[in-house]
């Protein structure tokens, strides 16, 4: 009943930047916390950032200063500066939002995933 799609991915050379959008629609009562997670070839999958519902903001060690988390609520959207791209952010990359659904019979609470983007950086 919720449906999360990403945009912006693609093809950048090192230093370059790129802005991730990740856009929430569906029976959507409310959103928590928003974040972006990647995963390289070969590796598991890692939290990038994070932003809850009152814009706190947390981010992994090796993005601090070089991305940015943001979001919308108006929009349900949830975005990513990445700006000083290194080859090592080669991933695809990933929204998720904990929201809550009304139903007749009370509220549920579920973490949803988008399908994710590829972010490709050249040397």
């Known amino acids: 009943q919720v449906q999360l799609v990403e945009s912006g991915g693609g093809l950048v050379q090192a230093g370059g930047s790129l802005r991730l959008s990740c856009a929430a629609s569906g029976r959507i009562f409310s959103i928590d916390a928003m974040g972006w997670y990647r995963q390289a070839p070969g590796k598991q999958r890692e939290l990038v950032a994070g932003?809850?519902?009152?814009?706190?903001?947390n981010y992994a060690d090796s993005v601090k200063g070089r991305f940015t988390i943001s979001r919308d609520n108006a929009k349900n959207t949830v975005y990513l500066q990445m700006n000083s791209l290194k080859p090592e952010d080669t991933a695809v990359y990933y929204c998720?939002?904990?929201?809550?659904?009304?139903?007749?019979?009370?509220?549920?609470?579920?973490?949803?995933w988008g399908q994710g983007t590829q972010v490709y950086v050249s040397s």
């Open positions: 932003i809850t519902s009152g814009g706190s903001t």
């Open positions: 998720n939002a904990d929201t809550s659904t009304v139903w007749a019979t009370g509220v549920t609470r579920r973490t949803d």
